[in-house]
T-cell receptor, first 111, second 113 residues
Framework: DQQVKQNSPSLSVQEGRISILNCDYT??????FLWYKKYPAEGPTFLIS?????DKNEDGRFTVFLNKSAKHLSLHIVPSQPGDSAVYFCAASNSGYALNFGKGTSLLVTP | NAGVTQTPKFQVLKTGQSMTLQCAQDMNHNSMYWYRQDPGMGLRLIYYSASEGTTDKGEVPNGYNVSRLNKREFSLRLESAAPSQTSVYFCASSDWSSYNEQFFGPGTRLTVL
C-alpha cells in the first residue's frame, strides 16, 4: 500500500511563476521528509528536506512546508525556471534507513 | 569525485539468466542501497547495507541477493532473471550522520525477455 502519495502526475507552470508540488502520507510515524529531483536518464538528486519538528524549511528558491495534522507536505519553487523541468519525488522515513517514495510529479516550466 | 557509479548502464537478459549489477561510491559513506523504479512508480527499496558487513531486506527483496564487498562496493545479483525484474535499478549511498539524504547513481536499465 502506497504510504506516500503524489496525486498529480504532472504540472505545467510558466517561467517566473510559483510551482507548488504536493505530497500526502499515511504513516504518522514518518519523521523526516525529503524531495528529490530527477532528470531523464539520471539518478535522483537530493533537493531539500524537513524534519517533523519543523513546519518550514527554505533553501534559496525552494521551500518545503509540512502540515503534520493533515499529513501533507508541499514544495514551492519561486521563481520557476526552465531548468527546473524534471520529475520531483517526495520521500519519507521513520528514523530508519528505508525511504518511502511517492510516484513522482513531472514538472514542466515553459518560457 | 565520481560519486556513485553503476555498471552496466544497460543490459538485456533472457529469462533464467543471471547477472550482477555493480555499484561503487567514493564518498566514504557507510550505508548503501539498491532500489528499483518501474514505469509510473516511485523507487522501491530492494536491499540495503547500513554498514560494511551488514545487509538487510527492503520492500521488494524476492529474486535478488546482495553483497557488500567492502565499504565502497555493493553489488546486486539476479540468480534467475524473470520478466518481472525488467526495471531501472538505482544504487545509492549515505553517511550515518545524514542517512536519509541518499546520493544516487545514474541507474542500470535492465530488460528481461
Amino acid at each position: 500500500d502506497q504510504q506516500v502519495k503524489q496525486n498529480s502526475p504532472s504540472l505545467s507552470v510558466q517561467e517566473g511563476r510559483i510551482s507548488i508540488l504536493n505530497c500526502d502520507y499515511t504513516n504518522s510515524m514518518f519523521d523526516y521528509f525529503l524531495w528529490y529531483k530527477k532528470y531523464p536518464a539520471e539518478g535522483p538528486t537530493f533537493l531539500i528536506s524537513i524534519s517533523s519538528i519543523k513546519d518550514k524549511n527554505e533553501d534559496g528558491r525552494f521551500t518545503v512546508f509540512l502540515n503534520k495534522s493533515a499529513k501533507h507536505l508541499s514544495l514551492h519553487i519561486v521563481p520557476s525556471q526552465p531548468g527546473d523541468s524534471a520529475v520531483y519525488f517526495c520521500a519519507a522515513s521513520n528514523s530508519g534507513y528505508a525511504l518511502n517514495f511517492g510516484k513522482g510529479t513531472s514538472l514542466l516550466v515553459t518560457p | 569525485n565520481a560519486g556513485v557509479t553503476q555498471t552496466p548502464k544497460f543490459q538485456v537478459l533472457k529469462t533464467g539468466q543471471s547477472m550482477t549489477l555493480q555499484c561503487a561510491q567514493d564518498m566514504n559513506h557507510n550505508s548503501m542501497y539498491w532500489y528499483r523504479q518501474d514505469p509510473g512508480m516511485g523507487l522501491r527499496l530492494i536491499y540495503y547495507s547500513a554498514s560494511e558487513g551488514t545487509t538487510d531486506k527492503g520492500e521488494v527483496p524476492n529474486g535478488y541477493n546482495v553483497s557488500r564487498l567492502n565499504k565502497r562496493e555493493f553489488s546486486l545479483r539476479l540468480e534467475s532473471a524473470a520478466p518481472s525484474q525488467t526495471s531501472v535499478y538505482f544504487c545509492a549511498s549515505s553517511d550515518w550522520s545524514s542517512y536519509n539524504e541518499q546520493f544516487f547513481g545514474p541507474g542500470t536499465r535492465l530488460t528481461v525477455l
